[in-house]
């Protein structure tokens, strides 16, 4: 079973600077991938951004970006120029790698309330 | 873009109550999920389902059960309402590509259910 951490229940920084949100997951499995959702309080998932594991390069999204550091099972998120828009519930999601069929759900931290001051 | 549509954003029910709680998707979707989120908790899977008429149980399955007659309509069923159940409930659905399941799930607005 996998598990996903993610350390900090609440942060708050002003319009414009740069914040990064912390996720950690402990799993056994080779092939994976990880994504963070936005959740803003009109209660839609977004996709902010994924990440396959089997690639070295970490990925980009605008000003969102990630640091995926696969030996030590980190995947932290990087908002720049941080906006009123960006205040919302961060989740960090774990999922495995299905192939030739079957499925599996995906496993959320417990997320992190995102505050961005004006 | 995807459409995953939950019948009702809020729901009152009375404890003891066979409650159903309806998704559909327009993106013919292979894939269909139920999680329930709750403040402190995240987001935890119920059930899951990968074809027509499949089920699998996901990390929270007791007190629920699901129905995938369709393709496109995956329904959450809470057999006796009980208390402990009041949450918000969340569907997604995923396309796979191929043969790998590499795309996002794609998530319903939730359906907030309180149980008296």
């Known amino acids: 079973a996998q598990t996903v951490t993610q350390s900090q229940p609440e942060m708050s920084v002003q319009e414009a600077e740069t914040v990064t949100l912390s996720c950690t997951y402990d799993t056994s499995e080779s092939n994976y991938y990880l994504f963070w959702y936005k959740q803003p309080p009109s209660r839609q998932m977004i996709l902010v951004i994924r990440?396959?594991?089997?690639?070295?390069q970490n990925a980009t999204e605008n000003r969102f970006s990630v640091n995926f550091q696969k030996a030590a099972k980190s995947f932290s998120l990087k908002i720049s120029d941080s906006q009123l828009g960006d205040t919302a519930m961060y989740f960090c999601a774990f999922m495995k790698q299905y192939s030739g069929g079957g499925a599996d759900g995906l496993t959320f931290g417990k997320g992190t309330h995102l505050i961005i001051q004006p | 873009d995807v459409k995953v549509t939950q019948s009702s954003r809020y729901l009152v029910k009375r404890t003891g109550e066979k409650v159903f709680l309806e998704c559909v998707q327009d993106?013919?979707?292979?894939?269909m999920f139920w999680y329930r989120q709750d403040p402190g908790l995240g987001l935890r899977l119920i059930y899951f389902?990968?074809?027509?008429?499949?089920?699998e149980k996901g990390d929270i399955p007791e007190g629920y059960s699901v129905s995938r007659e369709k393709k496109e309509r995956f329904s959450l069923i809470l057999e006796s309402a009980s208390t402990n159940q009041t949450s918000m409930y969340l569907c997604a659905s995923r396309g796979d590509r191929g043969t790998v399941s590499n795309q996002p799930q794609h998530f319903g607005d939730g359906t907030r259910l309180s149980i008296l």
């Open positions: 990440q396959e594991a089997y690639k070295q």
């Open positions: 993106m013919d979707h292979e894939n």
């Open positions: 389902s990968y074809d027509v008429k499949m089920k």
